[in-house]
């Protein structure tokens, strides 16, 4: 049985509460789906204009804003590296630009790992990770092969699919009735619900949609999303290894 930390969406935050809390849980490793960044501003804009938002902002401002995401991602990263467990991570949205910043920073962390288009073996499991995309991009089949060929070398019944986005077409990935602007759209990944339809891995760890905490299932998959670390939310995850099989899911917040 291997305990898995599941915990992501800081927003360059780590709510003190939430620290003291994890100290109590016991966990082998962490895997954190992103969002690690504090992009606020340019989320509102987005809400608010739609993609007119760059237009509105200027690109001096934008750029401004993602170089200090950068900077308030480092106190989400230090708290998750001071564990001392392992930490698989895929980067979110607000890490999309500035990648090879956020790269760099996640490599002055000892225990941090990045597993962006990656698979690690460890503990009889393998975790696969998927970075974020938008929905427009993914029409690229590009990204699908590149997932194929990773999750082709490993025993699907023990790998874990660990991405920022929902799959799409779920409870997880439909946007709020009472939220922003297209309400009841699914905005998930069409990439991620073909590999779990495709190899029917037991278990996807996503967030993205910061107003969901809860689990749902496509096919055989059991996909979890953590809730918001910046609200003090994460979820440990209890993973039977030999049977490919989750135990339990057990939310805090
Ligand atoms: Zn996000």
């Known amino acids: 049985m291997i305990k898995i930390l599941a915990i992501g969406d800081f927003n360059g935050k780590f709510p003190k509460r939430l620290g003291e809390r994890l100290k109590k849980e016991k966990f082998d490793i962490i895997l954190s789906h992103g969002d690690f960044a504090n992009i606020k501003q340019i989320s509102e804009a987005f809400m608010k204009y739609g993609d007119d938002y760059k237009k509105i902002l200027g690109r001096r401002k934008l750029d401004e804003i993602r170089v200090q995401g950068i900077k308030n991602s480092k106190l989400p990263l230090k708290k998750l590296n001071a564990f001392g467990r392992l930490v698989y991570i895929t980067i979110g949205n607000n890490e999309v630009v500035k990648n090879k910043e956020f790269k760099e920073l996640i490599k002055s962390f000892e225990n941090l790992n990045l597993v962006n288009f990656k698979k690690v073996d460890l503990r009889g499991i393998s975790i696969v990770g998927y970075p974020y995309y938008t929905l ?26 660990l991405s920022h986005n929902p799959p799409y077409n779920c409870q997880l990935d439909r946007i709020p009735d009472e939220n922003r602007q297209k309400p009841g759209e699914h905005i998930g990944s069409k990439v991620s619900e073909i590999i ?16 969901y905490q809860g689990k749902c299932k496509i096919g055989k998959t059991l996909i979890v999303n953590p809730g918001a670390a910046y609200e003090g939310k994460a979820a440990v995850i209890e993973f039977d290894e030999e049977k490919g099989k989750v135990r339990k899911v057990r939310f805090i917040r």
């Open 136 to 161: 427009d991009k993914e029409n690229d089949q590009s990204f699908l092969k590149r997932l194929d060929r990773i999750i082709r070398k490993v025993n699907p019944k023990q790998t874990i699919f």
């Open 196 to 211: 779990l339809k495709k190899y029917k891995l037991p278990l996807m760890v996503c967030g993205h949609l910061e107003e």
